[in-house]
């Protein structure tokens, strides 16, 4: 009965006198790839009353097939199709195709045939199916850009989609339009199997110096929906303008000094390895950008360069001049020489400019040393300084002056109320004298200081004494003599210039006046005045002998 009536429809379609057909606009269906495609019969109007049966095909542009069928009678619809649709399709309650795995190969359109008793409805479908990228990622990234070169800034791809999207470029946040400085160049690929689509762009850019840091994103559109992936910062690389060589020293360069030379070039990245002109060599220095000169000689004194290994237009150059000074003296150590001889050293000093020269003697600054008669007050530590930019050379020599010991004063004193005699010998002399006395004595101190010196002895004379005083060293010696009257003696006179002759005479007179006293006692009062009118001021006269009232010559030297 069904091939009855499809026969009938035929036959109405085929001759297409049927006043009753209806042909709807077409409608659009919209479906996402992979997903199950809904088509609805007539707009999903309600089927008529005396629906007879409902019928879905499809028609491409060169080829058409039926789909399913379903009688009014038959619970179950009829699937016509023998092609890979019979797999694909089926019918809802509201008699819409529905159609699983969508996909391009879909986009065709299906019509639904409404046939009733009275009617013939045909309502034609376009289904579209849409596909967004499954991807969309930026390859062939450089690891920087190169200045003013166009440099690939990456590859942008989305891949399979459909309609196709479409690849844009962003600068900073700002849309990069196609330059002689951006260069982009687009490509679509289309899959033969699945006809899906991959976008493609690629960037070529060249950079600028203030592109450094730049942030490139590649821009999809995919039905008015952007995706947009940033790219990482990327650094611009750039070639060396100026270079410099800097000599890196405190002060002036000196003879003897570690001098390194430092280059600097502008590049990006800076370089690595540069070559040093030294003393016309060209050195290789690798991984570093300097070089030293290790305790530089004064024949080093020169034009140094650096350049660039792979672009020897790049040089620096730097003149360096060695500053050297040399110092020698005629005379050095220790110099030993006798007072009064003559002296003079001779300086020498050759350097790389002029040097100032000073003398010091013992710390004090002095004339150039030059001397006719020595003195030991010339004699000390000599230095000689000499210095130029900076550079100090000092040569020093001790001079000293020896000479035969001299006495320059043999002094005696009694403290006031004592009972023993300081003697004080002074003498010059170099080396140091030693003293030897002719009296046995105590206390004995010594003082040497520049080459005199002083010796103190305490003596206790018992008897009238000459005392010497006999100074030595390796040069000779000196003696001297002075007369100590015993401490025994009270009273002691500065009287000079009396012979032992005339104290003689004197004690007799004394011994005679006594015997004169002693012989007329009246007159002992008046001499005991007289006795009191002397310098006799000692308690000392219970040991004294009777030449105790005798003068001392404690005065003759
Ligand atoms: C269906 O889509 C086509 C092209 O895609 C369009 O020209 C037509 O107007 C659409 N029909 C409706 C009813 O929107
Ligand atoms: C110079 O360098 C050498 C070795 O590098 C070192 O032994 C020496 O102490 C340095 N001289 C100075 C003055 O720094
Ligand atoms: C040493 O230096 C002084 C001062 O610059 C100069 O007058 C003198 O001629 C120099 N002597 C020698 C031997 O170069
Ligand atoms: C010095 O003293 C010693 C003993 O202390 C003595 O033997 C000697 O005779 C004395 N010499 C003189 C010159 O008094
Ligand atoms: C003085 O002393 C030195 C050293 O002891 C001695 O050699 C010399 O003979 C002495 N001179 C006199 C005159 O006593
Ligand atoms: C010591 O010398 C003094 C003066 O020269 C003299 O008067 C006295 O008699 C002398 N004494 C002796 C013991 O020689």
Redesign the pocket.
Known sequence: MGSAAVLLLLALVGAGTLLLEQVQGTENVTALYGSTIVIPCNGGAPAPEDLMFIKWKYETSDNSGDLLIKQTRNDQATIQATDDYAKRISLDDKYSLLITDASLKDQKTFTCLVVSDNDLLECPVSVIVYKKPSSVQVMDKPEALQKDKLTTVGTCVSSDAHPAATITWKKNGQPLLASEKAVITPSLKLDPATGLSTTSSTLQYAATKQDVGAIFACVSTYKQTDEELEMEPLSVHYPSEKISLQVMSKGPVVEGDNVTLKCHADGNPPPSSFFFHVMGEKVLVENSDTYTLTAISRGATGEYKCSLTDNKEMEASQRIVVSYLDLSLSLTGTVVKTVGDALSVKTENSSSGDAKVSWTQNGKPVKEPEFSKLTYADAGVYVCEASIDGLVRRQSFELVVEGKPSITSLRKHRPEGAKYKVLTCEAEGVPEPSFHWSINNTDEKSTYINGKAIHTITVIPK??LTVTCNVSNKLGEDIMSISV??IF?EHERRESGGDSGD?SKL?VGVVVALLVVAAVGGLIYWIYIKRRQGSWTTGEKEVGTA?EN????DNNV
Not at 550 to 553: I, M
């Open positions: 008897v009238n009257s015993s003696e104290q004690i030449e005798k003068k001392l010559e």
